[in-house]
């Protein structure tokens, strides 16, 4: 049982393998937090929360004769609003009488088992694990409001999920201006706060602060989860490390406006609220009707590594999903980067022919195949084939591509589209541009108004059309720019504070009929490159495109970045040409390879243009992914270097699950004259089993992770290095 309910001190205790989750029915009714972090056993931790006047932090009605009571210094489960908590808070919402306040106290909780899913949003999901659903029922009488919070308790995964519903139980209309999923607090600690920001072709980059007094804003009011502002932020002790120390992880599944607000209060209490961004958010929920938030992923683990392994496992196996999840998946060339819009049939078979003899199984034909596309001026929402460009039409160089023995993918942008195209001149009412006012460019495009039901439906046979029509086994499914205007015709004046997040809730819904109808499909993910990589996308797409900057040693960066939450097999990565197309900068082949090889693999680049030499080495990689893929996407990762040796070096390595097999990569990002040996030292392996190392020397474990290994001389045009490590 890893919930349990102690009626004696009203408190409900939610366990994991490692960590323990206390909350309490207070006097009142409130819903206090107590505890989360390691295992304590069954201690009521209440004994800690001793309670002092605070003077200006007043009290509610029933203990205006105990000034110590206060809202205002608890921790609690999910807050009320405009009643004497004056920290950040959960949920605001406006009644028909014009109040905003509200106090929500305990009325009902239930304990379940299996996982609870939300309708309509990506959810973790049971996996044949041990799971328990808890739902705790609070409400507002006098404003009629109820919330039910959902705790998912994933025993052996360490992991807890929450998400919260909010129920109008009266008979007037009320207005939501903020709903988040949860509010976790940190009543004792000095915390630091990894989160991960970015920029197109820079995306998550750790970031580590000391938390001050306030408010820490994490945001992103761009209509996409964002290459600025991922929505996932660490916690973690002052001196935790890699290896020890504290560390919470907040998550949220979700792909549009999302906020996290950490409040370190005047008593050095912490508060995380995340959710969906309340700015610009107003939802009209009527009587009786029901808001569901998206997720949040939560984890308490001692160090990084724990912490990042406890979010790998529960994303390999218990958000990605279908086919492809634990599979193989297909090595491809994309032929993005060596055509860009210049598409000739005789380019593309020439690049497809190369691919298959060195070993590729998949051509991806990126954009550019559809009329009018020969920039990025027009063409987007018309999904014509262009039999200029391809003179048999998509059927016949499929078959041509097929018949060589590849498999086909296709790149689409269905929620775009260009002011010059037919859809948009047939129904100029399905973007999302504002009255009377010209709309932001970006792109040369335009944003297809998704909660439009019209135009869902038009995404649905499109894409269906094209699926049933040709043989594809592979989708990339782009989205080049950011949502603004954000005006939906379809829609009163009151509730435009609706369009954002109907917008998501109408892309999950075409997600899930699209991958339910082509289960052989592969959905990836990608907008701009990472800017939507996020536990939602990841529920529909098993693989995101990383980043569109494939300069090896800025993915270094960026992959290092996304490791903390994501598992290398939902990263897609490609060795591209050198010197490479974003930042100029020439590295040797094998420098790409080692780098694109701990994600989903693939190749970007004219391989009918490569020497001999170049076309042997490639051979060479495509057989070590395929023989390594089951360790890097299936086994543990591992940091070896932090975001200080950057300057010089960086390694990491992967074990597999029975640790009989460990692949340790190191790249040298500056080359320096005379320096000191590098010296790592491994991770993960069995002490006492002994290892070879390359097929050159045999060692103990313990060796290799006390002792390390040392590379002499790290010197060149940003060499790489891989150690195959395997158990004799
Ligand atoms: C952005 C993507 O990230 C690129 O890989 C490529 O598909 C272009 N869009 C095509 O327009």
Same mark, same amino acid.
Not at 214 to 219: A, F, S, W
């Given at each position: 049982?890893?919930?349990?309910?102690?009626?004696?001190?009203?408190?409900?205790?939610?366990?994991?393998?490692?960590?323990?989750?206390?909350?309490?029915?207070?006097?009142?009714?409130?819903?206090?937090?107590?505890?989360?972090?390691?295992?304590?056993?069954?201690?009521?931790?209440?004994?800690? +929360?001793?309670?002092?006047?605070?003077?200006?932090?007043?009290?509610?009605? !029933?203990?205006?004769?105990?000034? =110590?009571?206060?809202?205002?210094?608890?921790?609690?489960?999910? /807050?009320?609003?405009?009643?004497?908590? +004056?920290?950040?808070?959960?949920?605001?919402?406006?009644?028909?009488?014009?109040?905003?306040?509200?106090? +929500?106290?305990?009325?009902?909780?239930?304990?379940?088992?299996?996982?609870?899913?939300?309708?309509?949003?990506?959810?973790?999901?049971?996996?044949?694990?041990?799971?328990?659903?808890?739902?705790?029922?609070?409400?507002?009488?006098?404003?009629?409001?109820?919330?039910?919070?959902?705790?998912?308790?994933?025993?052996?995964?360490?992991?807890?999920?929450?998400? =919260?519903?909010?129920?109008?139980?009266?008979? !007037?209309?009320?207005?939501?201006?903020?709903?988040?999923?949860?509010?976790?607090?940190?009543?004792?600690?000095?915390?630091?706060?990894?989160?991960?920001?970015?920029?197109?072709?820079?995306?998550?980059?750790?970031?580590?602060?000391?938390?001050?007094?306030?408010?820490?804003?994490?945001?992103?009011?761009?209509?996409?989860?964002?290459?600025?502002?991922?929505?996932?932020?660490?916690?973690?002790?002052?001196?935790?490390?890699?290896?020890?120390?504290?560390?919470?992880?907040?998550?949220?599944?979700?792909?549009?406006?999302?906020?996290?607000?950490?409040?370190?209060?005047?008593?050095?209490?912490?508060?995380?609220?995340?959710?969906?961004?309340?700015?610009?958010?107003?939802?009209?929920?009527?009587?009786?009707?029901?808001?569901? /938030?998206?997720?949040?992923?939560?984890?308490?683990?001692?160090?990084?590594?724990?912490?990042?392994? %406890?979010?790998?496992?529960?994303?390999? %196996?218990?958000?990605?999903?279908?086919?492809?999840?634990?599979?193989?998946?297909?090595?491809?060339?994309?032929?993005?980067?060596?055509?860009?819009?210049?598409?000739?049939?005789?380019?593309?078979?020439?690049?497809?022919?190369?691919?298959?003899?060195?070993?590729? !199984?998949?051509?991806?034909?990126?954009?550019? #195949?559809?009329?009018?596309?020969?920039?990025?001026?027009?063409?987007?929402?018309? #999904?014509?084939?262009?039999?200029?460009?391809?003179?048999?039409?998509?059927?016949?160089?499929?078959?041509?591509? %097929?018949?060589?023995?590849?498999?086909?993918?296709? #790149?689409?942008?269905?929620?775009?589209?260009?002011?010059?195209?037919?859809?948009?001149?047939?129904?100029?009412?399905?973007?999302?541009?504002?009255?009377?006012?010209?709309?932001?460019?970006?792109? %040369?495009?335009?944003?297809?108004?998704?909660?439009?039901?019209?135009?869902?439906?038009?995404?649905?046979?499109?894409?269906?059309?094209?699926?049933?029509?040709?043989?594809?086994?592979?989708?990339?499914?782009?989205?080049?720019?950011?949502?603004?205007?954000?005006?939906?015709?379809?829609?009163?004046?009151?509730?435009?504070?609706?369009?954002?997040?109907?917008?998501?809730?109408?892309?999950?819904?075409?997600?899930?009929?699209?991958?339910?109808?082509?289960?052989?499909?592969?959905?990836?993910?990608?907008?701009?490159?990472?800017?939507?990589?996020?536990?939602?996308?990841?529920?529909?797409?098993?693989?995101?495109?990383?980043?569109?900057? /494939?300069?090896?040693?800025?993915?270094?960066?960026?992959?290092?970045?996304?490791?903390?939450?994501?598992?290398?097999?939902?990263?897609?990565?490609?060795?591209?040409?050198?010197?490479?197309?974003?930042?100029?900068?020439?590295?040797?082949?094998?420098?790409?390879?080692?780098?694109?090889?701990?994600?989903?693999?693939?190749?970007?680049?004219?391989?009918?243009?490569?020497?001999?030499?170049?076309?042997?080495?490639?051979?060479?990689?495509?057989?070590?992914?395929?023989?390594?893929?089951?360790?890097?996407?299936?086994?543990?990762?591992?940091?070896?270097?932090?975001?200080?040796?950057?300057?010089?070096?960086?390694? #990491?390595?992967?074990?597999?699950?029975?640790?009989?097999?460990?692949?340790?990569?190191?790249?040298?990002?500056?080359?320096?004259?005379?320096?000191?040996?590098?010296?790592?030292?491994?991770?993960?392996?069995?002490?006492?089993?002994?290892?070879?190392?390359?097929?050159?020397?045999?060692?103990?474990?313990?060796?290799?992770?006390?002792?390390?290994?040392? +590379?002499?001389?790290?010197?060149?045009?940003?060499?790489?290095?891989?150690?195959?490590?395997?158990?004799?």
């Amino acid at each position: 049982m890893s919930i349990r309910y102690i009626e004696s001190s009203k408190q409900i205790i939610l366990e994991t393998a490692d960590t323990t989750y206390q909350m309490k029915i207070d006097e009142l009714g409130y819903l206090q937090h107590l505890y989360y972090g390691k295992k304590l056993g069954q201690n009521d931790m209440s004994y800690q +929360f001793r309670i002092y006047d605070h003077g200006f932090s007043g009290n509610p009605y !029933e203990m205006r004769d105990n000034r =110590a009571y206060s809202l205002d210094s608890m921790a609690q489960e999910y /807050t009320s609003f405009g009643v004497g908590d +004056f920290r950040v808070t959960s949920i605001y919402a406006s009644c028909s009488d014009g109040s905003r306040c509200a106090e +929500f106290r305990y009325a009902a909780h239930e304990i379940l088992d299996g996982k609870y899913t939300i309708p309509g949003l990506p959810s973790v999901y049971d996996n044949g694990d041990t799971v328990q659903t808890l739902i705790v029922t609070l409400i507002d009488k006098p404003a009629n409001i109820k919330i039910k919070l959902y705790y998912g308790v994933f025993e052996e995964l360490d992991i807890i999920t929450r998400a =919260a519903e909010i129920i109008n139980a009266g008979n !007037e209309i009320v207005w939501l201006r903020k709903a988040c999923s949860m509010c976790l607090e940190l009543p004792f600690g000095k915390w630091d706060m990894i989160h991960f920001h970015g920029r197109h072709c820079m995306e998550r980059q750790p970031e580590r602060v000391p938390l001050f007094h306030g408010i820490h804003t994490l945001v992103s009011g761009r209509g996409m989860s964002s290459h600025q502002h991922n929505p996932f932020v660490i916690l973690c002790d002052r001196d935790a490390t890699e290896d020890n120390g504290a560390c919470y992880g907040v998550m949220l599944m979700y792909s549009g406006n999302h906020k996290t607000e950490i409040e370190r209060d005047q008593f050095d209490s912490v508060r995380i609220v995340t959710g969906i961004s309340d700015d610009r958010f107003r939802w009209e929920l009527a009587s009786g009707a029901s808001f569901y /938030t998206p997720e949040v992923i939560l984890t308490c683990a001692d160090g990084l590594t724990n912490l990042s392994h %406890n979010y790998h496992r529960v994303i390999r %196996n218990n958000v990605v999903r279908g086919e492809y999840k634990l599979m193989h998946r297909p090595v491809l060339i994309n032929n993005w980067e060596a055509t860009y819009f210049d598409i000739t049939e005789e380019k593309v078979l020439a690049i497809a022919e190369k691919a298959k003899e060195l070993g590729v !199984e998949m051509f991806v034909l990126d954009d550019g #195949w559809f009329k009018n596309r020969n920039d990025d001026n027009a063409g987007l929402g018309d #999904w014509i084939p262009d039999t200029e460009k391809l003179p048999d039409g998509l059927g016949g160089l499929i078959e041509k591509i %097929n018949n060589m023995g590849l498999r086909f993918g296709l #790149w689409i942008e269905p929620e775009m589209v260009n002011e010059d195209s037919d859809l948009y001149r047939t129904h100029p009412d399905w973007a999302l541009t504002a009255p009377n006012r010209a709309p932001m460019m970006a792109r %040369n495009q335009l944003v297809l108004d998704l909660s439009r039901k019209e135009v869902h439906d038009y995404l649905f046979d499109t894409i269906s059309g094209l699926l049933e029509k040709y043989n594809i086994t592979y989708i990339k499914w782009d989205f080049n720019r950011p949502i603004s205007d954000v005006y939906s015709y379809a829609f009163p004046s009151s509730r435009q504070g609706e369009v954002s997040h109907r917008y998501y809730l109408s892309l999950y819904a075409l997600y899930e009929k699209l991958t339910a109808k082509f289960p052989h499909v592969l959905f990836e993910g990608c907008a701009g490159g990472g800017g939507r990589f996020d536990a939602g996308m990841l529920y529909y797409n098993p693989q995101i495109w990383c980043s569109d900057n /494939t300069d090896p040693i800025s993915r270094l960066k960026i992959q290092y970045g996304t490791s903390f939450g994501y598992p290398s097999c939902t990263v897609g990565a490609h060795v591209s040409a050198s010197p490479n197309h974003q930042t100029g900068r020439k590295t040797p082949l094998n420098t790409r390879g080692v780098v694109a090889m701990s994600g989903s693999f693939g190749y970007e680049l004219d391989l009918s243009q490569l020497s001999d030499e170049e076309c042997d080495e490639i051979k060479n990689q495509i057989k070590k992914y395929k023989e390594l893929e089951p360790i890097i996407h299936g086994g543990r990762m591992y940091r070896l270097s932090q975001k200080s040796d950057a300057t010089h070096y960086m390694a #990491w390595q992967f074990v597999s699950p029975d640790q009989s097999r460990a692949l340790l990569n190191i790249v040298v990002t500056n080359p320096l004259a005379n320096s000191a040996p590098v010296h790592v030292k491994l991770k993960g392996l069995i002490p006492d089993a002994t290892y070879s190392v390359n097929g050159e020397f045999e060692v103990l474990g313990s060796a290799l992770m006390k002792g390390g290994y040392t +590379f002499q001389r790290l010197i060149g045009d940003y060499p790489a290095m891989q150690l195959d490590i395997v158990r004799i």
